[in-house]
């Protein structure tokens, strides 16, 4: 190989280790503050597990709201982010539980593979608990939980990290959840999620990679 070549290949090569090392360390932050008031954002898709109404998901107060009032017991309407697909990630988000007489909850959903099989960590005002669960043909099993307030009306920030089996659950900043469950172990989506009648707003949706392998679009 002449010197031209080689110092060319060598380039690429260096090149090629800084695009994975800066995709390792790719971070997502998702806002709403410069979006239309009253409609559903673009970057999102969205579903419903369980029964009932769809969601009615809107820009409102400069969050992403979950707005239906539809208090089917057994309905968790979700959106996802179509910014890509993450195994190995921590996902944050801040949360305010505004109403609901059935259910106040707001949750995060990781390496979702459609509206019927994904992990979901969530929070609830009215239960005053954390729990994290798979989702598997629509059916929810819990793995893990901590009893713990989550005050309605106030802002409140979840964080779920999955790297391989492991996960690990924050509320406010605290450690509350490590649990293991070896369900879906490929890359998915994320997302946030509500149950029955909860009226929620979600902002500062972070994403952030732990493996170097998400997918990114």
């Keep these: 190989m002449s010197t031209s070549r080689f110092v060319a290949a060598l380039a690429a090569s260096v090149a090629l280790a800084v695009s994975a090392g800066a995709l390792a360390e790719e971070k997502v932050t998702v806002t709403f503050d410069d979006l239309p008031e009253g409609k559903a954002p673009a970057g999102f898709s969205f579903g419903l597990t369980g029964k009932g109404e769809p969601g009615a998901w809107v820009v409102r107060d400069k969050a992403l709201a979950q707005t239906s009032t539809d208090n089917t017991d057994y309905r968790f309407p979700v959106a996802f982010y179509d910014g890509g697909s993450w195994k190995d990630v921590t996902v944050s988000v801040r949360f305010k539980a505004v109403s609901g007489e059935v259910?106040?909850?707001?949750?995060?959903?990781?390496?979702?593979?459609?509206?019927?099989?994904?992990?979901?960590?969530?929070?609830?005002?009215?239960?005053?608990?954390?729990?994290?669960?798979?989702?598997?043909?629509?059916?929810?099993?819990?793995?893990?939980?901590?009893?713990?307030e989550v005050t309605p009306g106030e802002w409140h920030t979840l964080e779920a990290t999955a790297e391989g089996n492991r996960f690990t659950v924050r509320f406010d900043g605290e450690r509350v959840i490590e649990a293991t469950d070896d369900t879906f172990k490929d890359a998915g989506k994320v997302g946030l999620w509500t149950k029955a009648d909860s009226v929620t707003l979600f902002d500062d949706l972070t994403i952030e990679t732990k493996d170097g392998k998400a997918t990114l679009r």
Excluded: T
């Design 103 to 148: 259910d106040q909850a707001g949750g995060l959903v990781l390496r979702a593979k459609d509206e019927n099989h994904y992990y979901i960590v969530r929070a609830n005002a009215l239960e005053d608990n954390v729990r994290i669960y798979k989702v598997v043909e629509g059916r929810r099993k819990q793995f893990s939980g901590k009893n713990l």
